[in-house]
């Protein structure tokens, strides 16, 4: 049986949570314990699954009966939680982004080769409907050549984080490395490493709130979008709009139908990507996200290797890792 150790029982967490509950059944796995500082998050999440409430990871670590974690806490712990738990030998899922920098990421991924642990980065975007499609369409040539691409994600300022960890850059890395990097990452799975990128960021009390990048590869062009800095007020959004040899693939949350194809001959296509085993997800936490949506097809493919014994494949720490690496580059050229 694969018993899960949840450490962080906040937004993500209870996220997650709800992802579990929703595959009771789908697989031999048991969330077992549940860790996070504020008791009562941790016991009211443990009472839920059924699983040990713990008051912190290294308690967890030394003492639950698991053998995978689902790492669910504030970027700058990731690290030090993942490292901890691979050296036992237990399985990993983190959640994205994988870490901070670039020390932190070689650290990860010489751990993991020298314990040979299973290990997942929870960049969700790759399990969402609409850009799974996208992906398809992609690899089985259906359109033709990609050609250019718009991606965007934009939202108003979070306020639910924990201490406002997410509003201190050493902690969180700003917007651009705990928001953009989904697009960042579903962007280098399509298209691969970019020849050259430039970036831009827009910067208040030393943070990056919002940051617009532009990838150029041999035959394509790709413009990246993400900020957080908008009120209170200003809905969440995450979009893409693809340019294929004989097609047009557009997609927004905000919209309805999300997702629409206008072909070249004239065709408009609005693809029906309703999930039997989607379910909505509510969490007194906070957060933007009103549907389990990718966090349970991600969590699913996590278990589904985990229980046959498969390789992960999708989303690996490395993904991870080469996705910090680029959003890093962007950063970095931002301040050039």
């Known amino acids: 049986m694969i018993k899960i150790g949840l450490i962080g029982a906040g937004f993500m967490g209870s996220m997650h949570a709800s992802c579990y509950e929703a595959l009771l059944g789908r697989g031999d796995f048991q969330v077992t314990a549940v860790a996070d500082v504020e008791a009562d998050k941790a016991s009211r999440l443990a009472a839920r699954l059924g699983a040990k409430a713990y008051s912190s990871a290294d308690e967890l670590l030394r003492d639950a009966d698991v053998n995978a974690i689902d790492i669910c806490l504030p970027t700058y712990l990731h690290a030090d939680t993942a490292a901890a738990a691979m050296n036992k030998g237990y399985a990993v899922f983190i959640e994205k982004p994988v870490c901070l920098n670039e020390e932190e990421a070689q650290r990860l991924l010489a751990l993991q080769k020298e314990t040979g642990v299973q290990a997942m980065v929870g960049h969700c975007i790759r399990f969402w409907p609409e850009y799974m499609e996208l992906r398809r369409l992609a690899q089985e040539n259906v359109y033709g050549k990609l050609q250019s691409g718009v991606f965007k994600r934009i939202s108003p300022r979070p306020g639910w984080a924990w201490q406002g960890w997410l509003h201190e850059p050493a902690k969180s890395g700003s917007a651009a490395l705990d928001l953009h990097v989904h ?7 399509l298209f691969g490493e970019p020849e050259r990128l430039k970036a831009e960021t827009v910067t ?13 590869y041999e035959d394509a062009v790709v413009s990246l979008e993400g900020g957080w800095n908008y009120p209170e007020t200003f809905p969440f959004e995450m979009s893409f709009r693809v340019q294929f040899e004989r097609a047009a693939v557009v997609f927004s949350s905000s919209s309805s139908p999300a997702m629409r194809i206008y072909e070249r001959e004239g065709a408009v296509l609005e693809p029906d990507l309703s999930v039997a085993d989607e ?16 966090y349970y097809n991600e969590l699913a493919y996590f278990l589904d290797c985990l229980t046959s014994g498969r390789s992960i494949e999708q989303s690996t720490l490395k993904d991870g890792c080469d996705s910090l690496r680029l959003t890093l580059r962007e950063i970095a050229d931002a301040k050039l």
């Open 204 to 216: 208040k009390d030393g943070a990056n709130g919002h940051i617009f990048s532009l990838y150029r």
């Open 279 to 294: 379910a909505a997800a509510t969490s007194e936490e906070g957060g933007n996200i009103s549907s389990l949506g990718g």
């Open 183 to 189: 697009d960042v990452d579903f962007v280098r799975s």
